[in-house]
């Protein structure tokens, strides 16, 4: 449980409340207290985080955490469940917060309608307006009505769109429980989420079993669903709790590779894709590979996506490029790009501990990294200009060394790097003095605060950042955090070029609430010939997994295996650093 779905539970709390004719006291007790949770940091394990607060029952110390809402937190992140809640939304139909969706529907006027006309949802709601209904409520008239009916379709048009991390972490849970459904042969997640776009707006599911009710079912029953939209012999499509919609097709397992890359996409990928086939007399459908005559036979067996492609006269093209950026023509000219993977990851880069902000003991991030194979990693923790993390000055720093030296010793089979995520100044400077940079193995220069200057201040800053010869991997270059805080304004492409000619590594940061270089970015990295660090910027030794956010997004972005420093043995690493 995060703060942000803390927070989100209670302004939902707040939303039934004021639907159900609570006092206004009431209602905003709830929203001040959401306010309070929406501060905390996001990783729930943070020092001073959820977790903490919850089992050290310090909640009432935030502002706005009153004793009510303190008890019903705690027995929310300690149980995953919240009975106060459950209760309230029985009380109300499952659409009743999509009414206020309806620009100018209020509580009040939502709840008129549930009670008078009975109206459970957005479809029911258009219905009764549609029939005139609406205008006879007290307190509505034909304005309102009308208003209405011309806000309904804006409200069902807003598509939800979730961050990568969190619709991968449900897809991961639903595809986890099908998967141990007897009868169920092969499960994967599809779409944009297999894709790793960074943003979906909903989650698809491909089953092959002989029998598609068991597979349905447990579909349907998992908690995260909220409701059944939707439900054929071979197909269920549900609504989940935090609004999303989520999608499973049951295929016979000969379907299999056809349906997968059907509901996989992108769509600009099949319009291409189609008419190669239809070049050579074929069609693709999510059925399979069939002649367009008819008359010659049955198409070619699909085992799985490598037969279809292979079908077409070209290349698998990897699920992260198909997006028609030109991966298309080089397929077919065997030319895709040898992208970077998982298993070439040699060793973790940005990784913080006990030391500044991490929550783990730079041992234990070692035996960590360890344990997942590595051959090196980097402890890059804060420098003293980010108090707030518990940056280091320069004589933490060297007492750090004598620490990283201890543990490499103690561990063994492990390389543990020196190095410092030194924060980037305003003025473009770096946070620490050259006798300490020109000692560290990696130097990782961010920004972390002033991201708001003007856009040529601060392409300014980051150059003269890029420009210092101590300065070896660019951190999470834009700053930006999905769907929470944009990108800094700087011209990103002449910073890249910058970078280039320097020889700075930049980051494809794998925290998954930044993903930063994006891939559009990473792929104009790659035009310039950037290096390329698949960072774990990891605060625990959890985090070390970000590693798979990190090559996910790198190998949306075009990014070649042979770019990656962190793809190769710690001597090769640090000549390439400073190549
Ligand atoms: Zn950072
Ligand atoms: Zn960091």
């Given at each position: 449980?995060?703060?942000?779905?803390?927070a989100?539970?209670?302004?939902?709390?707040?939303?039934l409340?004021?639907?159900?004719?609570?006092?206004a006291?009431?209602?905003?007790?709830?929203?001040?207290?959401?306010d309070?949770?929406?501060?905390?940091?996001?990783?729930?394990?943070?020092?001073?985080?959820?977790?903490?607060?919850?089992?050290?029952?310090?909640?009432?110390?935030?502002d706005?955490?009153?004793k009510?809402i303190?008890?019903?937190?705690?027995?929310?992140?300690?149980?995953?469940?919240?009975?106060?809640?459950?209760?309230?939304?029985?009380?109300?139909?499952?659409?009743?917060?999509?009414?206020?969706?309806?620009?100018?529907?209020?509580?009040?006027?939502?709840?008129?309608?549930?009670?008078?006309l009975?109206?459970?949802?957005?479809?029911?709601?258009?219905?009764?307006?549609?029939?005139?209904?609406?205008?006879?409520?007290?307190?509505?008239?034909?304005?309102?009505?009308?208003?209405?009916?011309?806000?309904?379709?804006?409200?069902?048009?807003?598509q939800?769109?979730q961050?990568?991390?969190e619709?991968?972490?449900?897809?991961?849970?639903?595809?986890?429980?099908?998967?141990?459904?007897?009868?169920?042969?092969?499960?994967?997640?599809?779409?944009s989420?297999?894709?790793?776009?960074?943003?979906?707006?909903?989650?698809?599911l491909?089953?092959?079993?002989?029998?598609p009710?068991?597979?349905?079912?447990?579909?349907?029953?998992?908690?995260?669903?909220?409701?059944?939209?939707?439900?054929?012999?071979?197909?269920?499509?549900?609504?989940?709790r935090?609004?999303?919609?989520?999608?499973?097709?049951?295929?016979?397992?000969?379907?299999?590779?056809?349906?997968?890359h059907h509901?996989?996409?992108?769509?600009?990928?099949?319009?291409?894709?189609r008419?190669?086939?239809?070049?050579?007399?074929?069609?693709?459908?999510?059925?399979?590979?069939?002649?367009?005559?008819?008359?010659?036979?049955?198409?070619?067996?699909?085992?799985?996506?490598?037969?279809?492609?292979?079908?077409?006269?070209?290349?698998?093209?990897?699920?992260?490029?198909?997006?028609?950026?030109?991966?298309?023509?080089?397929?077919?000219?065997?030319?895709l790009?040898?992208?970077?993977?998982?298993?070439?990851?040699?060793?973790?880069?940005?990784?913080?501990?006990?030391?500044?902000?991490?929550k783990a003991?730079?041992?234990?991030?070692?035996r960590?990294?360890?344990?997942?194979?590595?051959?090196?990693?980097?402890?890059?923790?804060?420098?003293?200009?980010?108090?707030?993390?518990?940056?280091?000055?320069?004589?933490?720093i060297?007492?750090?060394?004598?620490?990283?030296?201890?543990?490499?010793?103690?561990?063994?089979?492990?390389?543990?790097?020196?190095?410092?995520?030194?924060?980037?100044?305003?003025?473009?400077?770096?946070?620490?003095?050259?006798?300490?940079?020109?000692?560290?193995?990696?130097?990782?220069?961010?920004?972390?605060?002033?991201?708001?200057?003007?856009?040529?201040?601060?392409?300014?800053r980051?150059?003269?950042?890029?420009?210092n010869p101590?300065?070896?991997?660019?951190?999470?270059?834009t700053?930006?955090?999905?769907?929470?805080?944009?990108?800094?304004p700087?011209?990103?492409?002449?910073?890249i070029?910058?970078?280039?000619?320097?020889?700075?590594?930049?980051?494809?940061n794998?925290?998954?609430?930044?993903?930063?270089?994006s891939?559009?970015?990473?792929?104009?990295?790659?035009?310039?010939?950037?290096?390329?660090?698949?960072?774990?910027?990891?605060?625990?030794?959890?985090?070390?997994?970000?590693?798979?956010?990190?090559?996910?997004?790198?190998?949306?972005?075009?990014?070649e295996r042979?770019?990656?420093?962190?793809?190769?043995?710690?001597?090769?690493?640090?000549?390439?650093?400073?190549?």
């Amino acid at each position: 449980m995060t703060p942000r779905e803390v927070a989100q539970t209670l302004r939902e709390i707040s939303q039934l409340l004021q639907i159900k004719g609570e006092n206004a006291f009431k209602v905003r007790a709830y929203e001040l207290g959401a306010d309070a949770f929406e501060t905390l940091p996001a990783d729930p394990a943070a020092p001073g985080g959820l977790n903490e607060r919850v089992k050290k029952g310090t909640l009432t110390e935030m502002d706005g955490v009153g004793k009510a809402i303190s008890e019903k937190v705690t027995e929310l992140v300690t149980t995953g469940h919240l009975r106060f809640l459950d209760d309230l939304r029985k009380e109300f139909p499952l659409g009743a917060l999509d009414l206020m969706r309806v620009p100018g529907l209020g509580p009040r006027k939502a709840a008129v309608l549930i009670r008078e006309l009975d109206v459970a949802n957005l479809d029911d709601l258009e219905r009764v307006a549609r029939e005139g209904r609406v205008r006879g409520l007290k307190g509505f008239g034909e304005r309102t009505e009308k208003l209405i009916l011309d806000g309904i379709g804006q409200a069902k048009a807003r598509q939800t769109r979730q961050p990568l991390y969190e619709s991968r972490r449900i897809a991961e849970k639903l595809l986890e429980r099908v998967r141990k459904v007897p009868g169920v042969l092969r499960a994967e997640i599809a779409g944009s989420v297999r894709r790793y776009a960074e943003t979906n707006g909903d989650i698809d599911l491909v089953v092959a079993s002989p029998t598609p009710d068991p597979a349905m079912e447990a579909f349907a029953t998992s908690v995260e669903v909220m409701e059944v939209i939707a439900r054929g012999p071979t197909k269920c499509s549900v609504r989940l709790r935090d609004g999303l919609q989520a999608d499973l097709r049951v295929v016979p397992e000969a379907q299999f590779a056809t349906a997968l890359h059907h509901f996989t996409g992108s769509k600009q990928h099949h319009v291409k894709l189609r008419g190669l086939a239809r070049d050579r007399g074929l069609s693709i459908s999510e059925y399979g590979l069939a002649p367009l005559d008819p008359a010659s036979g049955p198409g070619p067996e699909i085992r799985d996506e490598a037969d279809l492609y292979r079908a077409l006269g070209m290349q698998t093209v990897p699920p992260e490029l198909r997006e028609d950026h030109g991966e298309i023509e080089l397929a077919k000219d065997n030319a895709l790009p040898d992208l970077i993977s998982r298993d070439d990851i040699q060793g973790f880069v940005h990784c913080h501990s006990t030391w500044s902000d991490g929550k783990a003991s730079i041992e234990d991030m070692v035996r960590g990294a360890k344990a997942l194979g590595a051959k090196f990693i980097t402890m890059t923790d804060h420098s003293q200009a980010a108090h707030y993390a518990g940056g280091l000055g320069p004589d933490q720093i060297r007492r750090q060394w004598d620490e990283i030296a201890e543990v490499e010793a103690k561990v063994g089979g492990i390389r543990v790097l020196r190095g410092s995520e030194v924060d980037i100044l305003e003025d473009g400077s770096l946070d620490l003095p050259e006798e300490i940079l020109e000692n560290l193995d990696v130097v990782i220069c961010s920004v972390h605060q002033r991201f708001k200057l003007d856009e040529t201040k601060q392409t300014e800053r980051i150059r003269r950042a890029l420009e210092n010869p101590f300065c070896r991997i660019w951190g999470h270059p834009t700053g930006r955090q999905i769907l929470d805080r944009p990108e800094m304004p700087a011209r990103w492409e002449e910073l890249i070029a910058v970078a280039a000619e320097k020889g700075v590594t930049v980051e494809c940061n794998g925290s998954p609430r930044r993903l930063d270089f994006s891939a559009d970015l990473l792929r104009l990295a790659r035009k310039h010939g950037c290096k390329v660090s698949c960072s774990v910027d990891a605060h625990s030794v959890g985090e070390l997994e970000n590693i798979h956010f990190s090559v996910g997004t790198a190998r949306r972005g075009w990014t070649e295996r042979r770019r990656v420093v962190n793809a190769r043995s710690p001597e090769e690493f640090l000549e390439m650093l400073r190549a």
